[in-house]
């Protein structure tokens, strides 16, 4: 049962193709994470700077109800940031403005502690906002917490 040069070389040729279609199944999956994670982010960002924001400043009125519904989508994302930044997609998304830094991977608990001050922020002005005024102070209470996270692991690419 001695095989054929050909074969053989055919075996080669399988195994060869077969670890470079592995190879590019792992980019692929690794650009998804990314990819994940940044939606989930640019998701938070609908409702605090898409919504909340951008009513602070009067472009557009003041609705209670997607005040209500802006907080309780943003609580729903910042749930999912632990989970959703687990695995180390050790890449970029293609193009992106911010990226991910290594050092959310080599201090993940850290990285995980920047979390529940943001929870908290939001519990804290849950069905007290009843105007712009009130409104403004919750973004900025909100956001600043957003920003220690982001002063240490958030990277700006371009
Ligand atoms: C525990 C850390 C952490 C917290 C808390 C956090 N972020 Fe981020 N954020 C990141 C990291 C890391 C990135 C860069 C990687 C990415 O974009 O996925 C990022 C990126 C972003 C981006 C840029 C997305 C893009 O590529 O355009 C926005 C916008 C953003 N965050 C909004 C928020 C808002 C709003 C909050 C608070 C409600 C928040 N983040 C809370 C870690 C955090």
């Known amino acids: 049962?001695?095989?054929?040069?050909?074969?053989?070389?055919?075996?080669?040729?399988?195994?060869?193709?077969?670890?470079?279609?592995?190879?590019?199944?792992?980019?692929?999956?690794?650009?998804?994470?990314?990819?994940?994670?940044?939606?989930?982010m640019r998701s938070q960002a609908k409702s605090m700077y898409g919504v909340i924001l951008k009513m602070t400043k009067g472009e557009i009125p003041y609705n209670q109800k997607a005040v209500d519904e802006a907080l309780t989508s943003l609580e729903a994302d910042v749930a999912k940031i632990a989970k959703t930044f687990e695995v180390n997609p050790k890449q970029d998304v293609v193009n992106a403005t911010y990226g991910a830094s290594?050092?959310?991977?080599?201090?993940?608990?850290?990285?995980?502690?920047?979390?529940?001050?943001?929870?908290?922020?939001?519990?804290?002005?849950?069905?007290?906002?009843?105007?712009?005024?009130?409104?403004?102070?919750?973004?900025?209470?909100?956001?600043?917490?957003?920003?220690d996270c982001h002063e240490t692991y958030r990277v700006k690419l371009k």
């Open 1 to 40: 049962m001695s095989a054929s040069p050909e074969k053989y070389q055919m075996k080669r040729t399988i195994i060869v193709v077969g670890t470079l279609l592995l190879g590019a199944g792992a980019v692929v999956a690794q650009q998804e994470v990314a990819v994940q994670q940044d939606n989930l």
């Open 102 to 147: 290594q050092k959310v991977w080599q201090n993940k608990a850290d990285f995980d502690s920047k979390i529940p001050p943001v929870q908290k922020a939001i519990a804290d002005v849950k069905g007290k906002i009843h105007n712009v005024a009130t409104l403004k102070a919750a973004y900025t209470s909100i956001n600043d917490r957003c920003t």
